[in-house]
């Protein structure tokens, strides 16, 4: 396919005159108004192109129209990324984008290979993990706004994110990906993006749906999973994103839910997310995730992309004809296998997408690597990043004149690898350079020693990083180099942790160990003997092992921050923004620690069954909802770090709790308040969390659970009242035999805390 095929298709010059056409009709229409609103506008073009007319009465009309091949050639790929519009009615192609950290770089027609643009490098903000960690929905809106610009500018429809599965295991491989192991918070942070990605007429695709928590065997994994963890944990992000997010698409997941895949899945599609949650938009599938047309096409899948088809690696003119949801579809319905219910649902559904998106009557046109989106990757960076440990005030960066940084971490290009994720990025700021441009001008030397050698790769399909990080000595020469440097500097800071090479934090496969790879343990305790004022930071999507937590007085929580990583680690380092992010996953001591104890938890045991040609593992969710600090504290194992922890460089003292009445209706509400003051001596922010503990229920709950949160910024010596509201939604669980939530007349606590270990007061209620 030569490169302009990617660019002009012919059905791309149509839709190019129909979004003209229709974009005039509706600035004539606009126009007239303004001159005389009593008017009404004759439309001088068909109803579905009539902008004024309601969208489902412009989907109808369109349906109307179309054949049934038309109707079947809108509901599958026509390229990697892309499905086909109908020429002939000016309706235009989809076009999708990897998500959800930045706008991936243009592939071939049909190859994951680089179509090699010049002008697609984009803006990469910072990883999930790191926006759940700021605790702040407005951040989250600004995060959606800022990404939603950067498609709609490279012309897609759909954003292939966010990503809202629940962190179960700190082994998955995409866990940086997602917004962490809490069922309200990744809902309170998903709700806010998808509302801002879509604000750009840009359709957010909420992904994996559903129970896809980690990447061993992630085609062939069969959960189990009863019913309430399935409603309690598994869902709930998702829910919020289709209902109060409004979003406009959703992804299948690769793996089975008892027994059928999930792009496919009846139960999972139709009856929970078409049918009792009520959602409109389309189901696409995940990149090769749909197994058979019959499925395909009666289980609630919409749109089919990434399938490996015979017809595909055979080579066929057009290959894409082959896909479950094409010809094999076609021929179906007019062997009378199928009817056109299914077909006219799936059209209706991908037209919807197209009057929302491309064809949508207000235009919006988006912006690329503006500077407004590197200010904003900063914030987010800056105020998601997590400050662990902090003995002695070493932090915030002061008085010192001669800092030595060691790690590869410091050096090392995040933003290519790591998966689908992957981004060609217009720039990235390391580590290193943006202390380097932080402190310098201060007058403060900084230098730099490597420790060891992780990988010194940087490539993933095509876009290389252009770093050769090879070292040609050896690890014993890589650490005493380091150690002697770090005898005579002032400060170290040590940057490592893990990368998005495979068997880090990367798709396609989990970590293998808990552990830090590469002997950074070593160099760690070496470098913690060599100079008292070491600080470590741990850059990753996950929690790791650090059996060196009590030689080292200061530890950092970073992530894979993107364009802007070394800024924002460098603002939070010298002080110019004080941390506030908090761990949005519990770091277990020891990976024994956590819920995870048998092969049959995780990653599932062999079937011996196979479908089609897939050996079926099976994996039981059997901890059920005692998932993360749910399990950690209710079974009082103790943490390396707990759920909704992080210091600040000031300090907090919260007030008495009061609570607005000591008891609620089932349809009331109940108002908490608390009194937090900054106590210390520069301005902070404190995330104030609202967790509810049930004394007593007819079920074993976890011992709390977090409904509520808000984040305050003070200044020092300044108090502010933080109030956080809770229906009885708060107080449910879910009863799997009347499959409905379930609140108790009963007494509950209300637990304000700065992280589930650190309970600062509570109050008593009744539900009545
Ligand atoms: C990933 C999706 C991604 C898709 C397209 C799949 O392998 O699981 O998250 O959006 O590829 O790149």
Redesign the pocket.
């Known amino acids: 396919m030569p490169l302009w095929g990617a660019v002009l298709t012919p059905n791309r010059i149509i839709l190019m005159k129909t979004r003209l056409f229709f974009l005039c009709a509706v600035a004539l229409l606009a126009a007239s108004c303004g001159r005389n609103v009593s008017r009404s506008v004759a439309f001088d073009g068909p109803a579905y192109l009539n902008p004024s007319l309601p969208e489902e009465e412009r989907v109808e009309d369109a349906l109307s129209r179309m054949t049934t091949e038309e109707k079947v050639a809108i509901i599958h790929a026509q390229s ?2 892309s499905s086909a519009g109908v020429p002939r009615l000016g309706l235009p192609e989809v076009w ?1 984008t ?3 950290h930045g706008i ?1 770089a243009e592939v071939l027609w049909d190859e994951w290979d680089q179509a090699g643009w010049t002008s697609d490098s984009c803006t990469a903000f910072p990883a999930l993990t790191c926006l759940a960690a700021t605790w702040d929905p407005e951040l989250s809106l600004l995060y959606g706004k800022s990404i939603g610009e950067e498609a709609r500018y490279r012309g897609k429809d759909v954003l ?2 966010p ?1 809202v599965n629940i962190y179960r295991t700190p082994l998955n491989g ?1 866990n940086f ?1 997602y917004m962490g192991e809490d069922p309200y918070l990744a809902s309170r942070m998903v709700v806010p993006y998808v509302k801002g990605v879509q604000s750009n007429n840009v359709a957010a ?1 909420v ?2 749906f559903a129970l ?1 928590n980690q990447e061993t065997n ?1 085609f062939t994994t069969d959960v189990k999973v009863d019913d309430r963890t399935l409603y309690e944990i598994y869902l709930p992000a998702f829910k919020a994103a289709v209902q109060e997010g409004d979003a406009w698409a959703i ?1 299948g ?2 793996n089975l839910y008892d027994g059928e895949w999930n792009c496919h899945n009846d139960r999972l599609l139709n009856t929970i997310l078409k049918g009792e949650w009520g959602f409109d938009g389309v189901v696409i599938s ?4 749909v197994h058979m047309t019959d499925q395909a096409v009666r289980n609630g899948l919409d749109m089919e ?2 399938t490996w088809t015979n017809g595909l690696t055979m080579g066929l003119t057009n290959a894409y004809d082959s896909y479950y949801l094409a010809r094999p579809y076609l021929n179906g319905i007019k062997a009378g296998e199928f009817g056109e219910e299914e077909l006219n649902d799936k059209a209706r559904r991908v037209l919807r997408l197209m009057f929302r998106t491309s064809l949508n009557p207000t235009p919006k046109y988006g912006k690329f690597t503006s500077p407004e989106h590197s200010e904003a990757a900063r914030k987010i960076g800056a105020e998601g990043i997590v400050l662990l440990k902090n003995d002695g005030g070493l932090l915030p960066i002061s008085g010192k004149k001669n800092i030595l940084v060691v790690g590869e971490n410091a050096i090392k290009m995040m933003t290519v690898g790591g ?3 992957s981004l060609k990025a217009k720039y990235e700021i390391s580590p290193l350079d943006g202390l380097r441009s932080a402190l310098e001008p201060s007058g403060v030397k900084v230098s730099y020693e490597r420790g060891y050698v992780g990988d010194a790769s940087g490539s993933y399909n095509g876009v290389t990083t252009g770093q050769d990080l090879s070292d040609k000595r050896s690890a014993s020469q890589l650490l005493s180099d380091a150690v002697s440097a770090a005898k005579s500097s002032d400060m170290v800071i040590f940057i490592g942790g893990l990368n998005k090479s495979d068997h880090e934090d990367a ?2 496969a989990d970590r293998l160990q808990y552990g830090l790879p590469y002997g950074q343990d070593e160099v760690i305790s070496a470098l913690a003997a060599a100079n008292p004022n070491l600080v470590v930071v741990n850059i990753s999507g996950n929690a790791v092992a650090m059996p060196w937590v009590n030689e080292v007085p200061a530890i950092v929580q970073d992530w894979y921050i993107g364009s802007e990583a070394g800024n924002s680690l460098a603002d939070v380092l010298t002080g110019k923004v004080n941390p506030s992010g908090k761990l949005p996953f519990t770091f277990p001591v020891a990976l024994e620690d956590g819920p995870l104890k048998t092969q049959e938890q995780y990653p599932g045991v062999p079937t011996g069954k196979t479908i089609g040609m897939f050996p079926i593992t099976e994996e039981t969710y059997s901890e059920g909802v005692f998932v993360g600090y749910r399990y950690f504290d209710t079974e009082n194992v103790t943490p390396l770090f707990p759920f909704g922890y992080g210091l600040s460089y000031t300090t907090f003292e919260y007030g008495e709790p009061k609570a607005d009445s000591s008891s609620m209706t089932k349809d009331g509400k109940i108002t908490f308040t608390v009194p937090v003051t900054n106590t210390g001596s520069v301005a902070g922010a404190e995330v104030v969390q609202l967790y509810i503990s049930d004394s007593e229920a007819s079920v074993k709950r976890p011992e709390k659970e977090l409904k509520g949160f808000g984040k305050v910024y003070l200044e020092p010596g300044q108090t502010a009242e933080v109030k956080m509201t809770i229906d009885s939604s708060a107080l449910s669980f879910f009863d799997a035999s009347s499959h409905s939530w379930v609140a108790e007349s009963e007494e509950f606590t209300a637990l304000i805390a700065s992280s589930s270990r650190d309970v600062k007061g509570s109050v008593k209620f009744n539900l009545k």
């Not at 995940?286 to 995730?289: I, M, R």
């Open positions: 990697k990324f999708c990897d998500g959800p991936r292939l994110g990503g995409r990906e695709c992904k994996h896809n992630r992804m997941s690769y995940d990149w090769g995730g992309f990434g998966g689908s994720s798709e396609g």
